[in-house]
Structures are given as structure tokens and as C-alpha cells.
């Protein structure tokens, strides 16, 4: 377990608090809405989102995560069994005001999740036939208020759920693992954004990607991070994740990396990337004022 204790029941335990203390972002009204997408798998969608989340609600953030993966990864990843479940983020999609009963709290303070649930993999057939089929998640959402962020783990897919996800958002935050192909398919992505903001969504907007898994023992991790550089400019988080062991075993104990070790490096990286989120969050706001 983790190199620290941590305890979850005090939220001055946290420690970069001290670090994050000057930074606010948008006083609250209405949650600001972050989807975390990229339709390739195993690129650090589920482990950004996590891990974002808890940095978020660690700075004294409503922080509510949604998990919309049929295969629950972020879920079981904050230690909440999906037996049992009365409501999950299927219901979002198809019950009128699931949303207070879906919302579960978690055992970091401050984060809530809405769970995933097996049904989700149904939903995608469902909702083709379904009426106002894009917008349905955006309108659950209009409950939200009281939450200072909502981030969502999409599934791997540009499918129904994740064009549901980019309706309902402000923004999107795309994980990319530093790799060869890391640009592959970004291009379809991106235009999948524009087109939900020309048809249903004018004010999205990509909030930034992030580099995951870097290695800078290899030299390719450099060379795919200038392309991507070179391609996507300041949209690029200057933060980026490292391949770290600690965020990869943290999930089989149920707890967040920045629980489990949060002084590995790869809960400083996330500590500093949700700097990031908050600052250009902050920076939003200032520019629609
Ligand atoms: N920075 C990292 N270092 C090491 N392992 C990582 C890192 N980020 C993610 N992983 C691991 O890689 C796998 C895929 O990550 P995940 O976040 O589940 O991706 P996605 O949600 O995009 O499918 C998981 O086993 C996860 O624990
Ligand atoms: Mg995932």
C-alpha cells in the first residue's frame, strides 16, 4: 500500500492543497463539464479521468465523475461495486430525474461518481431509435448544479455515448499515449468535435491533450511529443504523465493513484496537470466576462 498515510476523512491531509491553494476557478453556478475522450483504448483515458478527478475535489473541488465505459474501469478503480446498484449511468441515458439517485459518494472527500453498469453496452442500440438521441445525457446534466466539475470517462468509441458525453460538455480533454501512432485517428476526433459544435454544441471546445505514458528514456517519447507539439501548439498540456508502476497497480486496490502513493511521480504529474485544467479553466472565464 501506499508509501504515505493518507487519510481520506480529513481533506488537509492533502498535501498539494498547499501548493494549489491560490488557484480558483469559476465560481459556481452551474458545474463546468469536462469529457475525456479519445476513441483508442488503453491511451490513459480511465487513469486521467480518476486521477483528475481526485486532484480536483483534493483542492476542495464538488468533483463528480461519470463513468460511461460499459466495462466500469473508473468505477472499479474507486473501489464501488456495481452489484447491487439501484441506479447507474445507463439511467442517465433513458429514466427521467435518475440523476440524485445515480450520484453515489466515493471514499475520496468531495468526489461523488455516477457509476457504469453492464447496461451501458445495451445503450448504444437503444439509443439509436431513441428520441433526442444526442442530447439525452446534456439534459440529466441540467441537475447538476451544486457540483464545481463533471468529468466524464468515455468509452473507447465515438459512438452514441461519447457524442452524448460531447453534447453535454463545455469541453473535451483528449489523453494521448506518447507512442507512434499517437496522432492516428486524432483527426477524426477532432472532427467529430467540430461536428457536435456546428450541430448541437457551439460553445465546445478542446480544453487541451495530454501526453500519457511517457518514457524519456526513449528517444521516440521525444520525437512523438514534438509532433504532437508541432501539431496541436499551446493545446497541449505543458504537464506531461510519465509511465509510472504506482498508477497502474493503484486501480486493483480500489483507491486513486494520488491516494494509494501520492508522492509517485505519477500523481505529481497529475497533481500538476489539474493545475493546468484549473488555470485554463480560470482563463475561460476570464475571457467570457
Ligand atoms: N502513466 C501510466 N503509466 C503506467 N501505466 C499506465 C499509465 N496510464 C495508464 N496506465 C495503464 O494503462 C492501461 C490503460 O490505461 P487506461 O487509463 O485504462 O486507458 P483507457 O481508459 O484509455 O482505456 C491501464 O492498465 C492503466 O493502469
Ligand atoms: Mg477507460
Known amino acids: ?76 478503480g474507486l473501489g464501488v461495486k456495481r452489484s447491487g446498484m439501484a441506479y447507474s449511468a445507463y439511467d442517465l441515458f433513458f429514466e427521467d430525474d435518475a440523476f440524485r439517485a445515480s450520484v453515489q459518494p466515493t471514499k475520496v472527500p468531495g468526489l461523488s461518481i455516477v457509476p457504469s453498469s453492464m447496461h451501458l453496452a445495451g445503450a448504444e442500440i437503444e439509443l439509436v431509435t431513441a ?20 468529468l466524464m470517462d468515455c468509452p473507447p468509441s465515438l459512438s452514441l455515448i461519447t457524442l452524448n458525453a460531447f453534447v453535454a460538455a463545455d469541453a473535451v480533454l483528449v489523453p494521448l499515449q506518447c507512442e507512434f501512432y499517437a496522432l492516428e485517428g486524432l483527426s477524426q476526433l477532432v472532427k467529430t468535435i467540430e461536428r457536435v459544435k456546428g450541430k448541437f454544441n457551439p460553445a465546445l471546445e478542446i480544453q487541451g491533450l495530454v501526453l500519457t505514458m511517457v518514457d524519456r528514456r526513449n528517444n521516440l517519447s521525444g520525437a512523438v511529443e514534438a509532433d504532437v507539439r508541432g501539431h496541436f501548439g499551446d493545446k497541449v498540456y505543458k504537464t506531461i504523465i510519465p509511465r509510472n508502476v504506482r498508477l497502474s497497480e493503484a486501480p486493483s486496490y480500489g483507491l486513486p493513484a494520488i491516494v494509494y502513493d501520492m508522492k509517485c511521480v505519477g500523481s505529481k504529474a497529475y497533481i500538476n496537470l489539474a493545475k493546468e485544467v484549473i488555470r485554463r479553466e480560470r482563463e475561460h472565464v476570464r475571457k467570457a466576462a
Open 1 to 76: 500500500m501506499g508509501k504515505t498515510p493518507f487519510n481520506l476523512t480529513n481533506r488537509a491531509g492533502f498535501p498539494m492543497i498547499d501548493s494549489m491553494q491560490n488557484i480558483t476557478s469559476k465560481p459556481v453556478g452551474s458545474p463546468r463539464i469536462l469529457a475525456i475522450a479519445n476513441q483508442k483504448g488503453g491511451v490513459g483515458k480511465t487513469t486521467t479521468a480518476v486521477n483528475l478527478a481526485t486532484a480536483l475535489a483534493a483542492v476542495g473541488k464538488k468533483v463528480l465523475l461519470i463513468d460511461l465505459d460499459p466495462q466500469g474501469n473508473a468505477s472499479t
Open 131 to 150: 428520441e433526442m438521441r444526442e442530447s439525452r445525457l446534456k439534459s440529466a446534466l441540467s441537475n447538476a448544479s451544486g457540483f464545481d466539475y463533471v
